[in-house]
């Protein structure tokens, strides 16, 4: 089995410690296929993403694409960006908090250059949390996210499962010809969530199958999840002046689609009557919740069961297990320094010694812990210590990740 046919997509934003993390997931994987990051970092995150990048540029095929808000200020844009680099014939998307498994990205093209009528495939989604906001530390709970329906030859069921379920189809490595068009495709309907997941997705189910191989393959970290639902929600989204032609547009565009993948008898009305349908099925998942968020004091989801214990004898969940319960700090190197204090105008100049940018990135350091940006903080804090170790900012930053739970990586800390 080989993934050298697959390109991963990481598009990412002020995370650097996540970036690291999947730079030597796949390095240790020994993934070999290559990896497009799309960077849409400002300072002090886009200069150490660049310095992971160089550490890791011996042992993986790493492209970094510089994404700037003022040119791709939408993640539409960057994606398509990045969609347009691929070479290779398969792609998916991995969100820079989510991993994929190595063994699932070398399964999957080797099943699809075998079933030429199947869009996309994967391992089984594994979500996950950590207890916080966090690259590194134990698995706090974990439950398998099943997609079943899939492989059903009717297009019309496999549109429904999707509109009924909405387990995303990014985490699936996809045919780069047939995921292009279908992102190309959306690219003249957009709305957030319906222009840029709800439509590619459905035109990919439409298109073709998905399989799920029997093993895992994504790992979707939900401590931070929300996504496009922190800024909107679906009763928001229906009430956008845009709406009504949207809908318009989304049903005659998905009912040409199932048009030419269904029966022969289906006409363009029943077809934008079922999509009409499905758009509204969709709604009916995802109102109840948004509802909750908004309107009921103290709302909390509700606890599903944890599998945890059901997956620790399997050897994948327990080498998943152990890297992430051994931090790696990010690399840090003084231009890295030089360039992010410049960028943030923080008052030092490119050439001041070693200690004044210590202070300087300390400083920095402690406005970020006062405004809760914790991971912000400890990078500044890193850096300072990278520029002149002292003990009080050592301390600074041992106080920083113990009040963020994070002993594992305090241990480290005080064994460096």
């Not at 992102?183 to 840029?196: C, D, K, M, R, V």
């Not at 809908?247 to 029966?263: I, P, Q, T």
Request: aromatic letters at 8%; hydrophobic letters at 45%.
């Amino acid at each position: 089995m080989s993934d050298d046919r697959v390109t991963v997509l990481i598009p990412t934003l002020n995370r650097t410690e996540f970036v690291v993390r999947a730079l030597a997931f796949y390095a240790r994987g020994g993934f070999t296929g290559r990896i497009i990051l799309g960077d849409s970092s400002k300072a002090p995150h886009a200069q150490l993403v660049q310095a992971a990048v160089e550490t890791h540029a011996s042992r993986l095929n790493i492209h970094l694409e510089p994404l700037p808000k003022d040119r791709y200020p939408t993640m539409a844009e960057c994606v398509q960006r990045m969609v347009d680099l691929v070479e290779t014939p398969y792609m998916v998307m991995v969100p820079d908090d989510d991993l994929h498994m190595p063994g699932s990205l070398r399964a999957a093209p080797d099943f699809l250059d075998g079933h030429p009528g199947y869009v996309g495939a994967m391992g089984e989604r594994l979500n996950i949390k950590l207890g916080r906001v966090t690259p590194w530390g134990p698995v706090d709970w974990a439950i398998m996210a099943r997609y079943a329906d899939f492989e059903n030859p009717d297009p019309v069921r496999r549109l429904v499962y999707y509109t009924a379920h909405g387990l995303s189809l990014y985490y699936a490595v996809m045919r780069s010809d047939i995921w292009r068009a279908c992102l190309t495709a959306s690219q003249t309907l957009n709305l957030p969530y319906f222009g840029e997941e709800f439509l590619p997705n459905c035109l990919s189910v439409i298109r073709g199958r998905f399989k799920i191989l029997p093993r895992l393959g994504p790992i979707a970290q939900t401590d931070d999840s929300g996504g496009i639902w922190r800024r909107n929600t679906s009763y928001g989204l229906i009430n956008d002046p845009r709406w009504p032609a949207f809908r318009e547009g989304l049903m005659d565009m998905l009912g040409r689609e199932l048009v030419d993948a269904a029966s022969p008898d289906m006409t363009l009305d029943e077809a934008r009557r079922i999509i009409d349908r499905e758009i509204w099925r969709n709604l009916v998942l995802l109102m109840p919740s948004h509802f909750a968020m908004t309107h009921t004091p103290n709302y909390t989801p509700p606890v599903l069961p944890d599998s945890k214990e059901v997956l620790r004898p399997f050897p994948e969940y327990q080498e998943l297990s152990a890297f992430l319960e051994t931090p790696i700090a990010p690399p840090v190197t003084r231009a890295a320094v030089e360039a992010a204090l410049a960028e943030r105008r923080a008052g030092v100049a490119a050439g001041a010694d070693a200690a004044a940018l210590a202070d300087a990135c300390a400083a920095q350091a402690q406005d970020a812990a006062l405004a809760d940006q914790v991971s912000e903080a400890a990078l500044w804090y890193r850096m300072s210590l990278a520029m002149a170790p002292s003990p009080v900012t050592r301390m600074m930053l041992g106080k920083l990740l113990a009040d963020d739970g994070r002993g594992s990586e305090v241990q480290a800390l005080l064994a460096g």
